[in-house]
């Protein structure tokens, strides 16, 4: 019974978290209104007032105030837990730092929507690819996109692996959960950082560990939040995550990500959609740092 229950878990943790991509819109190149964005964020605040929900995520991260006292004890450093998913999303989900730029609402599941790289690229930065990068259904990576990359960290004793699910095991069912996140703008120049070289794995003191995560990106702004994914645009994330998402920008070589996406450990292949930012105070908590 124990075994079933954790089992089927991992398969939910899975499949609403990253799951979420098989949502396309009906017309994905047509933008949603307001009054849909909106009416999402209605429905959220109808789902999970009165429910208990801790604080969501993703959330404007120059804004510190929020109403949710909810607590949970926050997770210790990357450093001491294990990394086990590497996924982004197109555009970053959170908003802040150098990344305030609407990228729109977009197609209502997560796609068109989040927020840009605020700064100016050179026309060199901006040149066309010659083959496409990350191609889905909801379209491809191109020089001066902006991604949002989560390295996830848990507790459990877990190997890297495909989809969230990969962070429990039936030995802990509710691990600590961090998430080291970097936004990153998109660049068609190999002078720039490697994804590859920042996407590495490897085992330090016995964890395994992304230790060329970028150190100079600004002092992280660490929060208590939630999962996230377009998933939730209605509906709260039970998960608990402390975050630390990095104000600056970093450039990176578009080819690189191409590289890292066509092998990794983690079946990664495309970009996910984002969540709706959450604005709503009482499902956020407040920021101390």
């Known amino acids: 019974m124990k075994r079933s229950y ?18 396309a819109a009906t017309d994905k190149h047509e933008a949603v209104s307001d009054e849909v964005v909106a009416d999402q964020r209605a429905a959220l605040a109808a789902s999970t007032v009165g429910a208990g929900f801790g604080p969501q995520s993703p959330r404007d ?22 990394l086990c998913n590497i996924h982004f999303h197109e555009n970053a989900e959170h908003k802040g730092g150098e990344f305030t730029t609407h990228a729109g609402n977009g197609d209502g599941h997560g796609y068109g929507t989040g927020f840009k790289y605020d700064g100016a690229l050179t026309e060199a930065e901006m040149a066309p690819l010659d083959a496409p990068i990350g191609n889905s259904e909801h379209g491809d990576l ?9 390295f996830v960290y848990t507790t459990a004793q877990v190997q890297p692996g495909p989809t969230l699910g990969s962070c429990l095991n039936e030995s802990i ?10 936004v990153i703008v998109l660049v068609n120049d190999e002078n720039t950082l490697d994804f ?11 964890y395994n560990q ?80």
């Open 6 to 23: 954790v089992a089927l878990s991992i398969v939910g943790f899975s499949l609403s978290l990253l799951g979420s991509t098989a949502m």
């Open 61 to 82: 991260i120059d804004i510190a105030a929020g109403n949710n006292d909810r607590s949970f004890g926050s997770a210790p450093e990357y450093t001491e837990m294990n």
């Open 142 to 150: 191109e020089p001066g996109d902006t991604i949002e990359v989560h």
């Open 173 to 182: 069912g509710n691990p600590q959960l961090r998430v080291e996140t970097q």
């Open 196 to 206: 590859m070289n920042m996407a590495h794995v490897e085992m330090v003191d016995g």
């Open 210 to 289: 992304a230790p060329h995560i970028p150190t100079d990106m600004g002092t992280p702004v660490q929060y208590s939040g939630s999962t996230t994914g377009p998933s939730y645009n209605e509906a709260g994330s039970p998960f608990q995550v402390t975050w630390s998402v990095r104000p600056q920008v970093a450039r990176v070589n578009i080819h690189s990500v191409g590289t890292w996406l066509a092998d990794n450990v983690f079946d990664e292949d495309h970009a996910h959609g984002v969540r709706n930012l959450v604005v709503n105070q009482d499902l956020l908590s407040p920021i101390s740092n």
